[in-house]
Nanobody
Framework: QVQLVESGGGLVQAGGSLRLSCAAS????????MGWFRQAPGKEREFVGA????????AYADSVKGRFTISRTNAKNTVYLQMSSLKPEDTAVYYC???????????????????WGQGTQVTVSS
């Protein structure tokens, strides 16, 4: 079993920055692809970005490309989401997710992932 715990959310003004962290425990962290998703009230959970197990390849949603950066430190079993130039429309609960190594499907979809954190709230004021 894998446990994921997000932290770093909060309230920030538009144009500001936040860094979210996701700490993983349980199985071998280096086997996982890691993803970040977000869900605003009344909306479906949507893909934000993902990183491969090595950290060398990342993917981002068009809405955050150039503003958000994903990185990981396998030695610390942690993945990060650095968010800059935040906009009010970035307000959501942010979730990290991990697959279990099966690599089934498209990493932009929730079905690719097997484990989820509890989420952390990000609120961007205008």
């Amino acid at each position: 079993q894998v446990q994921l715990v997000e932290s770093g959310g909060g309230l920030v003004q538009a144009g500001g920055s936040l860094r979210l962290s996701c700490a993983a425990s349980g199985r071998t962290f280096t086997n996982y692809y890691m993803g970040w998703f977000r869900q605003a009230p009344g909306k479906e959970r949507e893909f934000v970005g993902a990183v491969t197990w090595s950290g060398t390849t990342t993917a981002y949603a068009d809405s955050v490309k150039g503003r958000f950066t994903i990185s990981r430190t396998n030695a610390k079993n942690t993945v990060y989401l650095q968010m800059s130039s935040l906009k009010p429309e970035d307000t959501a609960v942010y979730y990290c997710a991990a697959d279990n190594g099966r690599r089934s499907g498209d990493l932009r979809y929730t079905s690719f992932y097997d484990y989820w954190g509890q989420g952390t709230q990000v609120t961007v004021s205008s």
